[in-house]
């Protein structure tokens, strides 16, 4: 199975093949993790840019890890250190980080389609690190990762996602990929917060968090995005909590082997409670382990193929 | 007709004899481990394996080695070949290697394949196995076990077949597509 694509700029598009390119590459790529010398020279003298116009401790550092594991040289640059504030365009940005010879370019900015128009720009791979409220491609892979390995299946699997789905670029990416594969997707959150077209995606949709969890083979709750709620989509925190907040008592209502994935950061108390989080269901740290080796994985597939016409 | 250069038969004498050479080499099976470089070096690991413990009833430790993420020819715009795992679940540290390859040829694929067995530790000492040793080497590298040495013009193929891959054991000589 190869990855087909130049660069991954979100999951829409991608072929089931694609996916499992990726996840197959990453399980190998997982064991070279685990071992007392994890950096392997693969990708030795090349170099990474990892360019993030928006906050970020995971993603970034994984990103940068997954790099450095691989021998490549990681450049990290923070949006609001960079030209951008004294006026200089992304394109213009990305241009001359092109001519410093990078060899991949990673992404993440506040508007969607960033990584698309970078990609545009640049003859090498770029990698979308989420883009405003469009995808997390990433996130959506690890997340599958997480899955796999803990249910072996992929197809068939039900899915719940629940929050705030109508601004969640995470949500939106494993939507287009679960989809893709097979899987049962249904989404649990407030009328406002779930987009008028879901049912023609194949999702079903719930308002009340206990009947939308009681069949789901993995839970996957989303972070209520306090940045991003400028204009209020619930009347307060607290409504939002005990509505549509993950606590062990509704865990109950839940099959006995349920998996709980959280894309982090959590909001402790707030969409999901403490004895979950830290409760024998919650995978949330494995997701983390995993983004690793998912990002390892691209990179090793992106530059086998970059000097190539694909896609 | 492609010429067969080793048939069946041919194939496990060659097995036999290097079993014997390697436990003379080392005196007994002591602090010894075999390992297989994906992906014929394993079938080749494993059938030494067999055969060592048919001679000396010690059955040695083997481990298999994917050297994909340390070649020095990826990147250079063909797709990248799947990778596979690792697994050597033994200490190398102090311990006897013998790497086992199906073809040696370059011998690039061995400098890797020391690479990666560094990764995992300090090795006692590390000796080559190979099947077949068709020439045309590019570093200094020398195998310390040859099943046949088949003298090749770099342009030929030579194709190792061995049962547990392939359904048949074989090894032919295929002159490369005008």
């Known amino acids: ?311 | 007709m492609n010429p067969v250069v080793l048939n069946s038969q041919q194939i496990s004498r060659a097995i036999s004899r290097i079993a014997h050479e390697i436990v003379e080499k080392n005196s007994g099976c002591d602090n010894l481990a075999l390992v297989g470089i994906r992906t014929r070096g394993v079938p080749f690991a494993k059938r030494l394996q067999a055969k060592i413990k048919s001679i000396e009833n010690v059955t040695l430790q083997l481990g298999i080695l994917d050297i994909t993420l340390y070649r020095d020819d990826i990147q250079t715009g063909r797709s990248h070949p799947e990778i596979r795992s690792t697994e050597i679940p033994f200490p190398v540290e102090e311990t006897k290697i013998v790497l086992c390859d199906d073809v040696l040829f370059t011998g690039r694929t061995i400098r890797a394949a020391i690479d990666e067995l560094m990764d995992f530790g300090r090795p006692a000492g590390v000796q080559l196995a190979t099947l077949i040793d068709r020439g045309h080497r590019e570093l200094p590298i020398r195998p310390d076990y040859v099943g046949k040495n088949i003298p090749t013009s770099k342009s030929q193929l030579i194709k190792v077949r061995l049962n547990e891959e392939d359904g048949e054991d074989q090894v032919i000589l295929v002159d490369a597509p005008q």
């Open chain 1, 1 to 311: 199975m190869q990855y087909s694509q130049k660069h991954l700029l979100g999951i829409k598009g991608l072929s089931k093949e694609d996916i499992l390119a990726v996840l197959n590459a990453a399980d190998t790529f997982k064991v070279y993790t685990q071992r007392d010398i994890k950096k392997v020279p693969t990708l030795r003298g090349r170099t990474i840019i990892n360019m993030f116009f928006e906050p970020s401790t995971r993603t970034r550092t994984s990103f940068e890890i997954a790099g450095k594991r691989m021998s490549a040289d990681v450049i990290n640059i923070a949006g609001s250190s960079s030209s951008v504030v004294k006026g200089e365009t992304l394109v213009d940005t990305v241009k001359n980080l092109e001519a410093m010879n990078c060899d991949i370019l990673i992404i993440r900015h506040g508007e969607a389609g960033a990584a698309e128009l970078a990609a545009r720009h640049l003859s090498n791979p770029v990698i979308n690190a989420g883009d405003g409220y469009h995808e997390h491609p990433t996130q959506a892979l690890l997340d599958l990762m997480t899955i796999r390995e803990h249910k072996q299946e992929l197809e068939g699997q039900k899915v719940t996602i629940v929050g705030d789905i109508a601004h969640s670029r995470v949500a939106r990416s494993n939507i287009y990929a679960m989809k893709t594969l097979g899987m049962d997707v249904s989404v649990v959150g407030p009328p406002t917060m779930i987009p008028a077209d879901m049912e023609k995606m194949g999702v079903k949709v719930f308002h009340n968090l206990e009947k939308g969890i009681k069949d789901a083979d993995v839970i996957m709750m989303l972070r209520i995005q306090m940045e991003r709620q400028n204009k209020t989509f619930f009347p307060t925190l607290r409504e939002y909590s005990n509505l549509f907040g993950l606590n062990l008592q509704k865990l109950k209502k839940a099959k006995k082997d349920v998996l709980i994935l959280h894309p982090g950061p959590v909001n402790r108390g707030i969409e999901i409670s403490t004895d979950v989080i830290d409760g024998p269901h919650s995978v949330i740290l494995n997701q983390v382990t995993n983004g690793v080796a998912i990002r390892m994985a691209l990179m090793y597939l992106l530059l086998g193929l970059s000097d190539e016409t694909v896609n």
